[in-house]
């Protein structure tokens, strides 16, 4: 399974109109509908809100008033074509007054998601937020066992406690380590290579 390794938004212009296009990676299916009132809310002067969404294989395409199939298919295609689950792209796109036809805008919101798809797709496995507590006479292991990139929060207080994205080699490491932890859910990771 792939999706992508950061959110990110890109611009384009096309015949005068202007698509500006997000790209996010989702960890709940509830953030699909956040993200689309926030971003409904801060374009609220634009012509259309397009979107596709893949979370957990269910998929859905929204044109939000362009002809059908024009906006919100195109998207859902590209997403599909490049084998990605859990993102959500949605093009907000200004009317620039030159129509653009069925066929261009089938090429304009294709090429709005494809474009900030570029060196932004990963590889994901099945993976866990885990939460680690101990004391500091673990630290030097902990820092040699769990890459940097995995450390989501750390706290120093009485004792080390630290929010960690693991795969399952790395649940193995820590229990060969007697290192306990807490799973506190099953997430999507970026693939280990």
Not at 85 to 103: D, E, M, P, S, T
Request: net charge positive.
């Amino acid at each position: 399974m792939y999706s992508v390794k950061e959110n990110k938004k890109n611009e384009l212009i096309i015949k005068k109109s202007k698509f500006i296009t997000y790209i996010y990676q989702i960890h709940h299916k509830e953030d699909i509908n956040n993200i689309l009132d926030a971003l409904k809310s801060e374009y609220k002067d634009a012509n259309h809100c397009c979107y596709a969404y893949i979370y957990e294989n269910e998929m859905k395409a929204s044109d939000d008033n362009e002809p059908s199939k024009t906006a919100g298919t195109p998207i859902l295609e590209v997403l599909k074509k490049n084998h990605l689950n859990n993102v959500l792209c949605v093009v907000i796109r200004y009317f620039g007054g030159i129509k653009l036809g069925a066929g261009g805008l089938i090429r304009a919101y294709s090429s709005s998601c494809k474009e900030v798809l570029v060196n932004n797709i990963i590889e994901l496995e099945d993976g866990y937020l885990i939460e680690i507590k101990t004391d500091y006479s673990n630290q030097k292991k902990l820092e040699y066992l769990i890459p940097s990139t995995h450390i989501l929060k750390k706290e120093y207080n009485e004792n080390i406690k630290l929010l960690v994205t693991a795969n399952q080699d790395l649940l193995n490491k820590l229990n060969t380590n007697h290192i306990s932890y807490t799973i506190k859910e099953k997430i999507k990771i970026e693939k280990s290579s």
